[in-house]
């Protein structure tokens, strides 16, 4: 069984640009959920995709956005990329979104925007 | 909403010491709660869990064990090793998400584990 993969592991970008990230969420799993996690803090939820849909949203702006696919995978997009975007973003699956149903993380991709 | 506070770091320890790493939560209701470890340069993985009061969660030699009362779930092991050094984070799932299964989290706790 794989596990949950992302891609690309680390991306350097200028302000102003933008940029996709990807995730591969594990077999059977309809549920993607997107985090940001700036350096030396935890993880914050940014949002979350069931069946292709947007199924809640954290404290983010318009121009973090998602897709998720009929097979399940997911990008996060960033639109004007700002200098406070720089973070590891993790993606994580589950089997579906209901409450008891565990999150499974990717390693992450580290952006950094200069 | 909720919110999840975690005692700060760097935690330096000698190996073979105890190990607590404090964890209070704020949430209405019932949450879950759970202790997530981070390796260098990986990802999250689930350490342990409880999901109702007084449970305990345990695994590979830590614990936790969930008290509403005191709204905490503080994280033990009492004989730490080098390979548990780490980054770990507490972390809740509340009944009132806007997305059923999304997690909140605390600045995680750095551990170092010294020969």
Not at chain 2, 77 to 98: H, I, M, P, T
Request: net charge neutral; charged share 15%; aromatic share 12%.
């Amino acid at each position: 069984e794989t596990g949950v993969t992302q891609s690309p592991t680390h991306l350097i970008k200028t302000r102003g640009q933008q940029v996709t990230l990807r995730c591969s969420s594990q077999s059977g799993h309809n549920t993607v959920s997107w985090y940001q996690q700036a350096l030396g803090q935890g993880p914050q939820f940014i949002f979350q995709y069931y069946r292709e849909e947007e199924n809640g949203r954290g404290n983010f702006p318009p121009r973090f956005s998602g897709l998720q696919f009929p097979n399940y995978s997911s990008e996060l997009n960033v639109n004007a990329l700002e200098l406070d975007d720089s973070a590891l973003y993790l993606c994580a699956s589950s089997l579906t979104s209901l409450r008891r149903n565990e999150q499974f993380f990717g390693p992450g991709t580290r952006l950094t925007v200069l | 909403g909720d919110s999840v506070t975690q005692m700060e770091g760097p935690v330096t320890l000698s190996e073979e010491a105890f190990l607590t790493i404090n964890c209070t939560y704020t949430a209405t209701g019932y949450p879950s709660l759970f202790w997530y470890v981070q390796y260098p340069g990986e990802g999250l993985q689930l350490l342990l869990k409880a999901t109702k009061a007084d449970d305990k969660g345990s695994n590979k030699g830590f614990e936790a064990t969930y008290r509403k009362e005191t709204t905490s779930f503080h994280l033990e092991k009492g004989s730490v090793q080098v390979s548990d050094s780490a980054v770990y984070f507490c972390a809740l799932r509340g009944e009132n998400n806007n997305a059923g299964n999304m997690l909140t989290f605390g600045g995680g706790t750095r551990l170092m584990v010294k020969p």
